[in-house]
């Protein structure tokens, strides 16, 4: 069983910045496509940033392009999500999803694995 740990949240000032972890177990990853989305309070989850370990790619939502890393270790079955000049419309709870089979419309939140989430606070 697919197992998605999610770590790194907090609360931070705006304008600050924080780095979120993913680290998966239970299976090779190395042909999965991986997932950070969010959900803030009162508003449905919205795609943040994607990547496909295999091809590298990465994918990101408008509203956090420049502004957040998504990266990967594969030795460590580990997602980041680097987040940087963070605002306070960034706040809400950030969850990891993993797909095995996907390779594109990483946008697309019918993945296969979800986290628990972790909350992500930005005070103005």
């Known amino acids: 069983q697919v197992q998605l740990v999610e770590s790194g949240g907090g609360l931070v000032q705006a304008g600050g910045s924080l780095r979120l972890s993913c680290v998966a177990s239970?299976?090779?990853?190395?042909?999965?496509?991986m997932g950070w989305f969010r959900q803030a309070p009162g508003k449905e989850r919205e795609f943040v940033a994607g990547l496909t370990w295999s091809g590298g790619s990465t994918y990101y939502a408008d509203s956090v392009k420049v502004r957040f890393t998504i990266s990967g270790d594969n030795a460590k079955n580990t997602v980041y999500l680097q987040m940087n000049s963070l605002k306070p419309e960034d706040t809400a709870v950030y969850y990891c999803?993993?797909?095995?089979?996907?390779?594109?419309?990483?946008?697309?939140?019918?993945?296969?694995?979800w986290g628990q989430g972790t909350q992500v606070t930005v005070s103005s």
């Open positions: 999803a993993a797909d095995p089979t996907r390779s594109k419309r990483l946008f697309d939140e019918r993945y296969v694995y």
């Open positions: 239970g299976r090779t990853f190395s042909s999965y496509a």
